[in-house]
Nanobody, 119 residues
Framework: EVRMVVTGGGLVQPGGSLRLSCEAFGFTFSSYTMRWIRQAPGKGIEWVAYINGGGTTPYYADSVKGRFTISRDNAKKTLYLQMNSLKPEDTAMYYC????????????RGQGTQVTVSS
């Protein structure tokens, strides 16, 4: 069974930092580009960042470029997202997804972690 366990969210003040982790189960982690996606209340799903299987090539949405860093540890089957200089508009439920393996609407019915940026 494909499953992702996402942890690390919380309540943080604007300008603060959080580090999210996503541990993967049920598939060959290193073979997949992995993506962080998020969904704010009442809004659509937005991709945040993704990284190739080897962990050498990251990509970022313009909204987070320069503030977020995606990385992965294939030995631990874990994906990370370091989030710095957080803004209120980063408030959302965050999920991780293996590209091409699980549709995003299915991912968002699974486990994510809530990030709330508020003073």
């Amino acid at each position: 069974e494909v499953r992702m366990v996402v942890t690390g969210g919380g309540l943080v003040q604007p300008g603060g930092s959080l580090r999210l982790s996503c541990e993967a189960f049920g598939f060959t982690f290193s073979s997949y580009t992995m993506r962080w996606i998020r969904q704010a209340p009442g809004k659509g799903i937005e991709w945040v960042a993704y990284i190739n299987g080897g962990g050498t090539t990251p990509y970022y949405a313009d909204s987070v470029k320069g503030r977020f860093t995606i990385s992965r540890d294939n030995a631990k089957k874990t994906l990370y997202l370091q989030m710095n200089s957080l803004k209120p508009e980063d408030t959302a439920m965050y999920y991780c997804a293996p590209d091409g393996l699980v549709p995003w609407d299915q991912v968002t019915r699974g486990q994510g972690t809530q990030v709330t940026v508020s003073s």
